[in-house]
């Protein structure tokens, strides 16, 4: 069974920068994806950033070009670099994965969930 659990959150001010880090647990195989979602009370959780087996990564619009997923296969560790963040930025982020190909998909279509981590951007 695969287990996440993300690190890193915290409250800094609009412009300021946050990494989030998701440790992998367990053992995966084949073709897998892995991403960051984020959610706020009272509306869906949305897609953030995914990355393939392959290093294939995509992006929200609304992060693209501030935001950069990458992995360490060694580490077994998935991070989440949050450059010029701003307060709509402020969410609960989670880190998931899945079997698969083709990453920035639901969050219905992940199966393994962190716990999520709180990031706070004060304006």
């Known amino acids: 069974q695969v287990q996440l659990v993300e690190s890193g959150g915290g409250s800094v001010q609009a412009g300021g920068s946050l990494r989030l880090s998701c440790a992998l647990y367990g053992y995966v195989y084949g073709s897998y994806c892995m991403g960051w979602f984020r959610q706020v009370p009272g509306k869906e959780r949305e897609g953030v950033a995914a990355i393939d087996s392959d290093g294939t990564t995509n992006y929200a619009d609304s992060v693209k070009g501030r935001f950069t997923i990458s992995k360490d296969n060694a580490k077994n560790t998935l991070y989440l670099q949050m450059n010029s963040l701003k307060p709509e930025d402020t969410a609960m982020y989670y880190c998931?994965?899945?079997?698969?190909?083709?990453?920035?998909?639901?969050?219905?279509?992940?199966?393994?969930w962190g716990q999520g981590t709180q990031v706070t951007v004060s304006s």
């Open positions: 998931a994965a899945r079997y698969g190909y083709d990453c920035y998909s639901g969050s219905w279509t992940y199966n393994y």
